[in-house]
């Protein structure tokens, strides 16, 4: 089975910090993203990863950067967090870019509560 | 712009009840549709996907979902929910190998 892993699953920071979510898979998946997930907004896509040192930005990136420096792990970094990004983070992965079809991958989320 | 649309915020249905969640999506080519469903605190499930061929699509747990193109829809189905049925289902799209979901259907079973 592929595994997504997220490594903190609740975190509270304070404003104006510096944080990291880490993001690991174990199926040398090319594909992988970050989302956001807020009550009656769905998920959102914050970045796109097709390739090591490579990345998209998707539909809200302001506020976050990411960093893919091995093919199996993807950073969401907030350079300087603030309370509107309190939210469920999720990390997700799945095959090749052009392969349409391929399922996508997700992790357990990351709650971010930022005070 | 392609979208997903999830009508309903909130469905009730009884126990052993049948169930249609509702999905409309909006793309200018054949959509790779996916339903996907979320339990409280966890991540999101596959239940089902659509990429072509045959219009009625079996998935896990006993769900299914039927593509109208005609119809712009992909509403999920199952014929008897069962208490841990109980979750958020999203409608999804694959727009160029970024998959962008609906804003989700909460699913309360009475019962």
């Known amino acids: 089975d592929v595994k997504v892993t997220q490594s903190s699953r609740y975190l509270v920071k304070r404003t104006g910090e510096k944080v990291f979510l880490e993001c690991v898979q174990d199926m040398d998946h090319e594909n992988m993203f970050w989302y956001r997930q807020d009550p009656g907004l769905g998920l959102r896509l914050i970045y796109f990863?097709?390739?090591?040192?490579?990345?998209e930005k998707g539909d809200i990136p302001e506020g976050y950067s990411v960093s893919r420096e091995k093919k199996e792990r993807f950073s969401l970094i907030l350079e300087s967090a603030s309370t509107n990004q309190t939210s469920m983070y999720l990390c997700a992965s799945s095959l090749i870019v052009g392969s349409s079809g391929n399922t996508i991958y997700f992790g357990e989320g990351s709650w971010l509560t930022v005070v | 712009a392609q979208s997903v649309t999830q009508p309903d915020i909130h469905i009730t249905v009884s126990e052993g009840a049948s169930l249609e969640l509702r999905c409309n999506y909006s793309?200018?080519?054949?959509?790779?549709l996916f339903w996907y469903v979320q339990s409280p605190g966890q991540g999101l499930q596959l239940l089902l996907k659509?990429?072509?061929?045959?219009?009625l699509v079996q998935g896990i747990k006993g769900f299914e979902a039927e593509f109208k193109r005609s119809q712009s829809s992909f509403n999920l189905r199952k014929p008897s929910v069962h208490w841990s049925d109980a979750a958020e289902y999203f409608c999804?799209?694959?727009?160029?190998?970024?998959?962008?979901f609906g804003k989700g259907t909460r699913l309360h079973i009475l019962p």
């Open positions: 793309y200018g080519a054949t959509p790779y």
């Open positions: 999804a799209l694959n727009r160029d190998d970024k998959i962008i």
């Open positions: 659509y990429f072509s061929g045959d219009t």
């Open positions: 990863s097709y390739d090591v040192k490579m990345k």
